[in-house]
Each structure stands twice: as structure tokens, then as C-alpha cells.
């Protein structure tokens, strides 16, 4: 192929993930991209449910339509209490995968300016005036690239930030009788044997007979599959299930870490999703994170765009000044240290912070709107040793 048979668009997505349909949906919404031509990049074709987000909101959201379970309550708990957690003014919202996938290529599907491809991307070459990407079967060029594609080497082989995993496996349950309390989701059980690491359950009940039941850690290795499934088979067993069918599975590993991906910007390509750090580090939450950086990074293209069309230079937009680091990171930067290097203190660091803490304050903490005062309110329920110590660590690190 030569270089007049590649073909060219303003924009192209490495990866049709979370992030990627996110921006490219709201570029849609915006209605101010309809003049420019935008590639959507991925080796699957999102045909199938392959995953499972959850996120806590106060207000409706875009997103509304494909809600497909709200619970206003949930459960804490370890070995030595259980506290009944009233969400409101806060829903807990449950997004299966491909009802997102659906809605989004619905939506975009009827744009002539966008197209999706199901290629696998082998090559990102960045030039001065543009950027190249080769796929296995074609090559092309664009403007400006954005990149979803997770190289795991870029965080595990540094060693100046800890980097944990959120690990599951998850079961979708369906029971012969009334079991669960499909009203109340389960954040966080400690009651499991913690095996000198952070391990929990996760219970998302849809029906009195049907739920999503996962076990999760925050340690820094996987286990084999049939730990994580013994696991969740004795908790079933300890819930008075015995019989019972398994209509789903599903598993996945989510990185956690403070490592700054941004630096792998440049000025034509911008990393997103969980290649570009947005991934909440401390928590593993990806859905509300992502949501508000694909808005931020839209009104940060469109006012670019616009300040450039009106200085009537020949300037370009420079992907690097998108990323602005906050005082938020450095407090998962805390955490994730202490869990590093202690991570059978887990279950004590968020029982101390659920046990009595104003969980809409720290909603709204981990959600990163709170006050310098509201920070140091939520802090100060988590053991103060622990912290002292690791600040005292980061800072002279």
C-alpha cells in the first residue's frame, strides 16, 4: 500500500473502551464535530456483555436509559459489625456492558463522519504534523490520537509508585428460593478470610433470587480462578444457598496505581481511560471518573479548537496540557502505599471509614468535590499511623 491509499481523519480512538465511546458521544452531543472525521479503532466488535459498572449519583444522568438496577441502600461489614448504609440523596446505579455498547453505537452509528473498524492496532508513530497508525490490515493517519490501549509494562516496570490490582471473579447467581434483598447492594463484606491481604465480597442482588456475587482483593498478585471460585462458593454457603444456577461469569483485573500516565502524552496524543490514569486509584472505580474526564476533554478540544480558529495562526492543539494533577491523587497515593506494604490493613482503613463516617461526605470525597476541611474530616477516620507514616515515606521519597 502506498501513501495515497492511506486514509486520513481529524480523530482516531485506539480502543472502542469505556473512555473512547464516552468522548466520541458526547463529540456527538456537543454537535460541534460534525465537520471532522473520526476513527474508532478496537480488535472486538462489543457484540457481547463482558462486563459490569457501577457508579453512586445524585442526579439523573445521560446514562439513565441503561440504568438497569438503583439501590438506595447497601451493606458494609466485617467480621465484627454490619452497618446498614443509607444511600440517599445518592442511587447506586448498575450499567451492564452491552447495553452501554448498544446505546453508544446506536448513537453514533448514524454519524457519516464516524467510523468504527474491528482491526487490531499493531503501531502508533507520532510525526510532527501528524500521527501514523497501522493496524494489521491497514494503515492510517490522523490529527490527533487518542489511546485506550493499556500497556501494562509502563506501571509494573517502575518503582517509584506502588502498583496494586482490583481483582475479582464474579458469579451471576439465580436461586430456587427468596434469598436475597434485592433493595440493598453489598459495597464491601470483610467477613472472608483475609489471608493476610484485602479481600471482600461484592453483592449486586437484581431480584430476591438473582445476583451478581463477586469476590474481589486489592493485593498486588492474582490468585488461580478456583481460589476466587471456592471463595465465593462458601460465601453462598454461609448465606443459606445451596442450590442454586450460574447464568454468568465474569472476571477482570484493574490496575491501581498513582503512576503519573500522563507523562506518555504528547502533543498529538492524549492516553484515556485507564491508559491515561482515570481509572479512581484508590478505589478502582473507572465508570464516574470516566464520565467526567470524557466531558472535561471535550470542552478542552472544542475551546482549543475555537482559540485557535480565532487567532488565525497556524498553531495546533497540545495534548499535554490536558492532564492537571490534584491533591486527590496524592491522597491515593497514600493509600495505595500503606496497602502496598501492609495490605492485610485494608479491611481495618475502610471499616474504620464506614463504621462511622457521613457516607455522603465521603461519596462526595471520593468523588473528589470535597473542601480542604472535608478532606481532613474523611482522613481523620482512617487509622492515623498508618497515614502519618506513609506521608512521611511519599514526602522524603
Known amino acids: 500500500m502506498n501513501s495515497s491509499q492511506i486514509q486520513h481523519f481529524n480523530y482516531i480512538f485506539t480502543g472502542a473502551g469505556l473512555a473512547s465511546l464516552m468522548t466520541v458521544y458526547k463529540m456527538v452531543l456537543s454537535g460541534k464535530f460534525s465537520d471532522k472525521s473520526i476513527l474508532l479503532l478496537d480488535k472486538d466488535a462489543k457484540k457481547i456483555n463482558d462486563r459490569t459498572w457501577c457508579f453512586w449519583e445524585k442526579e439523573e444522568t445521560i446514562w439513565k436509559s441503561i440504568i438497569s438496577k438503583k439501590w438506595d441502600s447497601a451493606l458494609f461489614a466485617n467480621e465484627n459489625f454490619k452497618r446498614d448504609l443509607d444511600l440517599k440523596p445518592y442511587s447506586y446505579n448498575k450499567i451492564n456492558g452491552l447495553d452501554f455498547y448498544d446505546f453508544v453505537f446506536e448513537k453514533i452509528s448514524n454519524q457519516s463522519n464516524i467510523t468504527f473498524l474491528k482491526e487490531k492496532v499493531t503501531d502508533i508513530n507520532e510525526l510532527e504534523t501528524h500521527v501514523f497508525v497501522g493496524t494489521e490490515e491497514n494503515r492510517y493517519t490522523c490529527n490527533y ?4 490501549i493499556y500497556t501494562k509494562a509502563f506501571a509494573e516496570r517502575q518503582t517509584k509508585y ?13 436461586t430456587e428460593v427468596d434469598v ?5 447492594a453489598t459495597f464491601m463484606d470483610f ?16 431480584s430476591t433470587t ?10 498486588e498478585n492474582l490468585l488461580p480462578k478456583e481460589e476466587y471460585e471456592n471463595e465465593i462458593q462458601i460465601y453462598l454457603q454461609k448465606l443459606g444457598i445451596n442450590q442454586y444456577k450460574i447464568t ?34 484508590s478505589t478502582g472505580y473507572t465508570f464516574k ?3 467526567k474526564k470524557s466531558s472535561e476533554l471535550v470542552e478542552f478540544i472544542t475551546d482549543k479548537s475555537a482559540s485557535i480558529a480565532l487567532s488565525m495562526t497556524s498553531e495546533s492543539l497540545n495534548m499535554k496540557a490536558f492532564h492537571k494533577k490534584n491533591r486527590f491523587w496524592f491522597y491515593d497515593l497514600l493509600l495505595l502505599d500503606i496497602l502496598y506494604r501492609h495490605n492485610e490493613l485494608g479491611s481495618s482503613i475502610f471499616s474504620s471509614l464506614f463504621k462511622k463516617g457521613n457516607l455522603k461526605l465521603i461519596f462526595k470525597f471520593l468523588d473528589e468535590e470535597t473542601s480542604f476541611i472535608e478532606d481532613f474530616q474523611v482522613i481523620m477516620k482512617c487509622p492515623k499511623v498508618s497515614f502519618i507514616k506513609a506521608l512521611f515515606r511519599v514526602i522524603f521519597k
Open 210 to 219: 438473582e445476583a451478581l456475587v463477586e469476590y474481589t482483593l486489592f493485593s
Open 248 to 281: 454468568e461469569k465474569e472476571q477482570g483485573s484493574i490496575p491501581m496505581t498513582s503512576f503519573s500516565f500522563w507523562k506518555k502524552n504528547t502533543k498529538r496524543v492524549l492516553n484515556i481511560g485507564t491508559a491515561g490514569g482515570w481509572t479512581k486509584a
Open 180 to 184: 436475597f434483598n434485592s433493595e440493598q
Open 145 to 148: 490520537l487518542f489511546n485506550s
Open 162 to 174: 506502588p502498583v496494586l490490582q482490583q481483582h475479582f471473579v464474579g458469579w451471576f447467581v439465580k
Open 191 to 206: 467477613s472472608v478470610q483475609q489471608k493476610g491481604n484485602t479481600r471482600f465480597m461484592y453483592v449486586l442482588p437484581t
Open 289 to 291: 471518573n470516566s464520565d
